[in-house]
């Protein structure tokens, strides 16, 4: 720290390049509150590749420290002691010595402990669908088919088909209609 005290002191100016996040602006401020020199103006550079162009952007742009930042930087090392250091312990003294738990890896473990509990409560239920080939007929050209999808309502309640006895009853009485297309929707497949 003193060769970068030294540095700064006989430096026209000081310019931090530390990561572009949080971390990185609380890094920035660290190394200016210990190098600081009240006759050299220091430079917050920030940017997102290494390239020649981007960097020097970044140099011909610099900024002050962003408090709000560091802030949030420092804000977020408190939580992460509060949360890992109290609830480590107590996971070793309950369930296996050696695991950790933290701000972010508590609330992701939650919501993979939520997402697999619903997996293990869900129950199949057998589903079936209806498609026609359909044709469209143009005068003086060429037939050309189509495959339309059953979608509707019957009293506005969505039409479920759970059994091969359903869809054969619906496919018979669709099978002596008369169609129109009223609407052409279209989708990607993916």
Do not use: C
């Not at 619906?170 to 009223?182: M, P, R, T």
């Amino acid at each position: 720290m003193r060769e970068l005290r030294q540095a700064a002191e006989t430096a026209s100016a000081v310019y931090l390049a530390t990561d572009p996040d949080r971390e990185g602006e609380a890094i920035s401020w660290h190394l200016a509150e210990v190098t600081k020199s009240d006759k050299t103006p220091y430079h917050r550079v920030v940017f997102h590749e290494i390239t020649k162009e981007a960097i020097e952007q970044a140099f011909k742009h610099p900024r002050s420290i962003d408090m709000q930042l560091v802030n949030a930087q420092q804000a977020r090392r408190v939580l992460d002691r509060l949360v890992g250091y109290k609830i480590s312990p107590l996971l070793w003294q309950k369930v296996r010595r050696g695991l950790s738990a933290g701000r972010v890896q508590s609330v992701a473990l939650k919501i993979i402990v939520d997402r697999e509990r619903e997996i293990e409560k869900f129950i199949p239920v057998e589903y079936w669908t209806i498609e026609a080939e359909l044709t469209k007929g143009i005068p003086a050209t060429k037939v050309i088919p189509f495959r339309a999808m059953l979608i509707g309502f019957i009293d506005g309640t969505k039409l479920d088909i759970h059994n091969r006895e359903e869809a054969t009853e619906i496919s018979d009485e669709l099978k002596q209609a008369g169609y129109s297309v009223i609407k052409v929707k279209t989708k990607k497949v993916t």
